[in-house]
Structures are given as structure tokens and as C-alpha cells.
């Protein structure tokens, strides 16, 4: 049976693995933060303490877009389906440029007929 | 005179005017020897010096000896992979500013290949060229059309009548000089092959492919498509810009394009005066290269100070798409790694990343290797801004000393690399593009990763190694 204790132990356990997650990623942000300032860390650990710098300059970001309702991640134009009909009409168009480049050319050993 | 004896003497007189350019090639090449040799005192000075000394004699040679050694050392510019780190960045300097030729004797090539007049071409058409180079010229005009019509180019806005337009016209017989110029070489090119301390240039396969890229260059119907690819590619950056292609008045010897407005780089004080952010544009051009290399897979490799302009509207115009680099789809990814590793000063990861490029350092040797790419990103990434330049130098000298053969593609990526660097700084000294690209790799490789095929893949052993840790 699931008794009160049970319960606030959990609660205390999933709290400090936050915690101590949320150290882990702070003192990870600052190595990275210290990194991009120009000292060097010659590990591969360099690359997630990088990661998590970068990750929290996009927090900020995040926030200003979900308080503004500017959330401009994902665009219609993203959709496959769109995207082959915008390169379709583009070679399209570059069709066209070669054909009036052509016809300029036909025109011209016309004239010398 | 027969016809047999016209052709006997214009033979003799081809034969002649080329054992002149022969001789005069030899007298400037052998002149500029001495001299470098006399600078370098008789080979007293270091190897590093002593290489900068003759790269300078060689530039100011291909400079005397006209447009055909020019573009040999411009494509001597690109090969990191053939020629030591001291030619190639010595050859960007080459200077291909040569006195332009009166609009009379360009007239013929555009009435030529159109059929028609120059004014009936175009509404109004200045006779001073505004750039002089050795195989072509460009003016500016008009665009010819009723009041109220417009043409539609394959990317970019409409342009309406009395549009300004930049008209590039291929000078005459500039293909055929240069071409007569590699065929007095040739010889001479063959016979310093036969060194053997000059084989590994592979001096033939540089002639060879000379003479595939003058013809590429000698059709400009090429650069405008490729001018109109990147325009595409990036028509959605609010940033980025391009000169609209107006192809009825484009040909193999004509390109007619959008006039763009603009400062040069050198100029970009002036920009800012009007309210250009011109540092936040030059830091932006390293993340689109970035772009090109790692997304799209195909980069301008022709940059320099005058192929590119910032605009009083914000925007990076990008010119002049002579040369492109393209990189295979199954070498971004490795291209990402390489850079990452090397922004994150890794050696070792940037030395594994790069066989997959081609790069191939053996077994024996990987160690040293490593231990001298991670002394080398010590010494050149330790200070802001970070020195791209100085460590391209070393890590090409480095694999020359070692013996380790750089893939054709890897060179000209580094090589780009530095360029991009150098424009940015060009703006702002201080401008470091390390951080661009660690920003755009960092993302890339993190994309890479989460690839569900690849998590699919780890997970398992990602389990395991959580198990181990919390358990054992």
C-alpha cells in the first residue's frame, strides 16, 4: 500500500535529480560560456559544454518567441511538397533564361542570313 | 603566291612569334630566379622564408608575363593540395587589373553575338568600362523597353525599363592568346616534369586542367547560371543577394546582369556611416559559407575583396561566380565533424574525421601528427581572434613536411576557409569566425547525431553504459 511517506520520497528524489541535473548543466554552460571566450579545453567534452552554452543562448530566444507569439521555426514553406514545386519552377525559370539566351542567339545568325 | 606558300609562311611566322614567347618566358622565369635566389641568399635563409621569397619572385613573373600566367597562378591559389602553403597565399595576390580596351573593339563582340546594334540593344550604354580584367571587361547600361514594361529574370525581382545594368564582355582574342601561351608551355612544362624534385606538382595536370577551366571561364553563359543556382539557394536569407541574370542579353560572350550599388569591403566605413550594419554582415558571410559548404554542397571559391559588396540596404552581394567548389553529399557530414573537432581544438577527432575526406595520415605516423595539429591550434587559437590563416598554413605545411597527400577538395575548402576569414577581418580585424562556425557545426553535428538511425543504432550500448555507471 502507497503510504504519505512513500510519496514525499519520491518527490524528494526526483527533486535532487533535478537539482543535481541542473548543476551539472549550469557548470556545463559556464565551461562552454568560458570557451567560446577563447580558452581551450583539448577534450570531447569541450563539444557538450559548447552544446549547452549554445543551448541556453537559444533559451532566451525561445522565450521572447513564446511570449510574442513569433515562433517562426517551422513555416509552411518547410513542407517537402512545397519545397520541390519551389525547385521545380525555378529550373522552370532557369529553362526559360537559356531559351531566351537561345532565341538571342537564333536572332543573331538570322540578322546574318 | 601560291596557296601552298601563304600557308609555308604563316606557319614560319607562328613558328617564329612563338620561339620568341618561348624565349621571353624562359628570360623573365630565369631573371626572377636569380633574383630569389640572390634574396635568399644562395639558400642560407630557412625553408619557410626561403619559400615566401621565390612565391614573390613567381607572382611578380606570372604579373610580366600577362593573362595567361595570371590565371595560372589563380588556379595556383586554389591548389593547397599541390603546391607549398607559401605559393598559394602568395598567388592571391596576383593582380588581374589590365588596361582596358577602347569600347570600339568590344562593340563587334556584343553586336556579334545578337545580330543587332549596340543602341538598339540597350537605352543607353557608357563607353568607360568600370572593370578591367584579362579576359573580360564591364560596363554599365540600360535596360531597353517600352515605359511601364518589365523583364522577369529565373530569380530575383522584376526589372523595369531603364533598369541599370553591369554588361561583362569577353575581350577578344583573350581566349586565344592564353590558349597560344599554354601551347608555348607545354614543352617547357614537360621538360621540368622530368625533375625530379618538381614531379609532385604534377605540372602536366595542372596545364590540363588550365586549359578545362579558361574554357568555362571563356563562356559566361556558365557563370550566369551558376550566379542564378546561388541566387536560388539563397532566396529566402533576408541577408544574402545576388545580380538578377537578364539572359536575352546574355550569351557565351556576354553576360548582362542587375548593376548593384555597393561598397567593397575595404570601403566598408563608408557603408556604416549610412547605417550598414557591416560588422554583423561580415561576421554573417562565415555562416554563409558555412552554409554552402556544409548544407548546400557547393561554394563560391573565387572570394576576394572585389567579389563582393555590402549594399546600402543591408544586404552581402556576392559576385563573379568564375570558380565553384562542390562538395559530395557523403562529405558534409564529415566536413562538419572536421570542423568541429578543429573549433573545439581536438586534434585527434579532426585527424580521424579527415580519411574520411581523403586525408589519409598512416598508422605510424597518426601520433606525431596529432601531436603537431594540437601544438599548432595551441598556438593559433589561443588568443582572440582566433588565427584560421595562421593555422591553415601550418596544418598544409605540416602534412608537406609529413608526406601526407591533401584531396584536391580538402585544400580548396581550407583555402576558402582563410578567404572567408580575410574578408571579415577586412571589415573588423578583431572579427573572429571561429565562432561562427561553431556556432553552425556545433548544430550540424548535433543534427548528425540525433539522426534516428543512428540513435536506433546506440541506444543499446547508451543503456549499458548508464546500467554500468549507476550500478557498478
Not at chain 2, 145 to 167: D, H, I, Q, S
Not at chain 2, 359 to 366: P, S
Not at chain 2, 371 to 390: K, N
Not at chain 2, 426 to 438: E, H, N, P, R
Amino acid at each position: 500500500m502507497l503510504t504519505n511517506t512513500d510519496v514525499m520520497k519520491f518527490l524528494t528524489a526526483w527533486e535532487l535529480l533535478h537539482e543535481t541535473a541542473d548543476e551539472g548543466l549550469k557548470a556545463a554552460i559556464a565551461r562552454g560560456e568560458q570557451t567560446t571566450q577563447g580558452q581551450m579545453a583539448s577534450d570531447r567534452g569541450a563539444f557538450v559544454d559548447g552544446l549547452a552554452a549554445m543551448i541556453d543562448a537559444k533559451k532566451e530566444v525561445l522565450k521572447d518567441e513564446l511570449t510574442n507569439g513569433t515562433d517562426a521555426s517551422l513555416t509552411e514553406e518547410d513542407s517537402p511538397a512545397i519545397q520541390a514545386v519551389t525547385e521545380l519552377r525555378f529550373e522552370v525559370a532557369e529553362l526559360r533564361g537559356r531559351l531566351e539566351s537561345m532565341g538571342a542567339a537564333l536572332d543573331a545568325i538570322a540578322a546574318k542570313l | 603566291m601560291t596557296m601552298a606558300s601563304h600557308s609555308d609562311s604563316f606557319s614560319r611566322a607562328h613558328r617564329i612569334r612563338r620561339a620568341r614567347r618561348r624565349r621571353q618566358i624562359v628570360r623573365v622565369i630565369t631573371k626572377r630566379w636569380w633574383r630569389a635566389a640572390a634574396r635568399a641568399r644562395f639558400g642560407f635563409v630557412p625553408l619557410g622564408r626561403r619559400r615566401e621569397i621565390f612565391a614573390q619572385q613567381l607572382r611578380e613573373a606570372f604579373e610580366e608575363l600577362g593573362p595567361a600566367f595570371i590565371k595560372l597562378g589563380q588556379l595556383i591559389s586554389i591548389r593547397p593540395d599541390m603546391f607549398p602553403p607559401q605559393y598559394v597565399f602568395e598567388m592571391e595576390n596576383l593582380r588581374d587589373a589590365v588596361t582596358p580596351v577602347p569600347l570600339e573593339v568590344m562593340r563587334p563582340v556584343i553586336e556579334g553575338d545578337f545580330g543587332r546594334p549596340l543602341e538598339e540593344l540597350f537605352a543607353s550604354f557608357d563607353p568607360e568600362p568600370i572593370g578591367s580584367a584579362s579576359i573580360a571587361q564591364v560596363y554599365r547600361a540600360t535596360l531597353r523597353g517600352e515605359p511601364g514594361e518589365t523583364y522577369t529574370p529565373p530569380t530575383g525581382a522584376a526589372l523595369p525599363t531603364g533598369a541599370e545594368l553591369a554588361v561583362k564582355v569577353i575581350r577578344p582574342g583573350s581566349e586565344a592568346t592564353i590558349t597560344a601561351d599554354i601551347a608555348v608551355i607545354t614543352p617547357l612544362v614537360n621538360a621540368l616534369n622530368r625533375i625530379p624534385a618538381l614531379q609532385r606538382f604534377n605540372l602536366p595536370q595542372l596545364l590540363s586542367e588550365f586549359s578545362e577551366s579558361l574554357a568555362s571561364e571563356c563562356d559566361l553563359r556558365i557563370e550566369g547560371r551558376v550566379s542564378d543556382r546561388f541566387a536560388f539557394d539563397f532566396r529566402d536569407d533576408p541577408y544574402v543577394m545576388t545580380p538578377s541574370i537578364v539572359w536575352p542579353l546574355s550569351s557565351k560572350n556576354v553576360l548582362t546582369m542587375q548593376y548593384v550599388e555597393g561598397w567593397t569591403l575595404g570601403h566598408a566605413r563608408e557603408a556604416e556611416a549610412v547605417g550598414v550594419d557591416a560588422r554583423f554582415l561580415a561576421t554573417y558571410g562565415a555562416n554563409v559559407f558555412m552554409k554552402q559548404v556544409m548544407v548546400l554542397g557547393r561554394f563560391h571559391a573565387d572570394l576576394h575583396q572585389s567579389n563582393l559588396l555590402i549594399t546600402p540596404d543591408n544586404h552581402i552581394c556576392y559576385l563573379d561566380f568564375g570558380i565553384m567548389g562542390t562538395i559530395a553529399d557523403d562529405q558534409k557530414e564529415a566536413i562538419a565533424q572536421v570542423l568541429a573537432a578543429t573549433v573545439y581544438a581536438d586534434a585527434k577527432r579532426a585527424i580521424d574525421y579527415s580519411a574520411e575526406l581523403g586525408l589519409v595520415v598512416t598508422h605510424d605516423k597518426q601520433p606525431e601528427v596529432i601531436d603537431q595539429v594540437a601544438d599548432l591550434m595551441g598556438r593559433t587559437f589561443s588568443h582572440m581572434p582566433r588565427d584560421v590563416r595562421g593555422f591553415a598554413m601550418g596544418f598544409l605545411s605540416i602534412m608537406n613536411e609529413q608526406r601526407v597527400s591533401v584531396p584536391r577538395g580538402f585544400g580548396l575548402l581550407i583555402k576558402a576557409l582563410v578567404v572567408v576569414e580575410g574578408c571579415a577581418q577586412m571589415v573588423y580585424s578583431d572579427i573572429d569566425i571561429v565562432d561562427a562556425a561553431k556556432e553552425f557545426t556545433t548544430e550540424l553535428v548535433l543534427t548528425h547525431m540525433l539522426r534516428p538511425a543512428r540513435l536506433y543504432a546506440r541506444i543499446p550500448r547508451a543503456i549499458d553504459a548508464a546500467m554500468a555507471e549507476l550500478i557498478g
